[in-house]
């Protein structure tokens, strides 16, 4: 069965830190690894990974991807309040015509002022 | 872009009613998809719809659950017989492409609360 861990599960830091945010994967016809950030409601896309070694870059935030060791880290630098958020990692597989997110439970990220 | 919609935001209801969710996903979207998820854990999938065919169906989907896609545009999952443990949200996201790995655009969901 397909498996994504996420850690840590959550994290506490102050305005200002870096944080770096891990996921591993175990997923059937893998082809893509997504970041999302989950605030009260719908998770907002962030990051879709396909290539290892190809870090992927948006504002204060960036990814990166190792397809040998199956994992991929969310890095995200001057950590700001508005970042508090739960982030998921998701690994994407396909199936015939099918291609099926599977999910990590999230790290919880809070950043205080 | 409108971004996907769902409705209704809430949802109360007594053990054993059924009840009916919507979504209408981005104007264009050809694929939809419906998600669960309960505190603390990540989205689970529970079936996909290419167009108006449902493709793909989880096995956590038991027979109480069905979800159609009538015209490739709006969909709507229905829970028959409501227990305790459907209590959750349930989350509809929509891609489009003729890749299949397109990332998937999520709506807030309809949060499911069984008394």
């Known amino acids: 069965e397909d498996k994504v861990v996420q850690s840590p599960l959550s994290l506490v830091v102050h305005e200002g830190d870096t944080v770096t945010l891990n996921c591993s994967y175990e997923?059937?016809?893998?082809?893509?690894l997504l970041w999302y950030k989950q605030e009260k409601k719908a998770p907002t896309f962030l990051f879709m990974l396909?290539?290892?070694?190809i870090e992927k870059k948006s504002g204060r935030l960036s990814s990166i991807l190792d397809k040998k060791e199956l994992f991929s880290i969310l890095n995200i630098t001057a950590t700001q309040t508005g970042d508090s958020a739960v982030y998921l990692c998701?690994?994407?597989?396909?199936?015939?015509?099918?291609?099926?997110?599977?999910f990590g439970k999230g790290t919880l990220l809070t950043v205080n002022p | 872009d409108t971004g996907v919609s769902q409705d209704p935001r809430h949802k109360i209801t007594k053990r054993g009613q059924n009840v009916t969710f919507r979504c209408d996903p981005i104007?264009?979207?050809?694929?939809l998809y419906w998600y669960r998820q309960t505190l603390g854990q990540g989205p689970e999938f529970l079936t996909y719809?290419?167009?108006?065919?449902?493709?793909?169906k989880s096995r956590l989907l038991s027979d109480r659950f069905s979800a159609e896609r009538p015209k490739g545009s709006f969909s709507t999952l229905e829970i028959q017989r409501t227990e305790q443990g459907d209590s959750a949200m349930y989350l509809c996201?929509?891609?489009?492409?003729?890749?299949?790995?397109?990332?998937?655009?999520f709506g807030d969901g309809t949060r499911l609360s069984i008394l």
């Open positions: 719809f290419q167009n108006e065919a449902q493709l793909e």
């Open positions: 998701a690994g994407g597989g396909s199936g015939g015509s099918n291609y099926k997110l599977t």
């Open positions: 396909t290539s290892s070694g």
């Open positions: 996201a929509s891609s489009f492409g003729t890749a299949i790995d397109q990332p998937q655009h």
């Open positions: 104007s264009e979207h050809n694929r």
């Open positions: 997923v059937t016809n893998f082809r893509s």
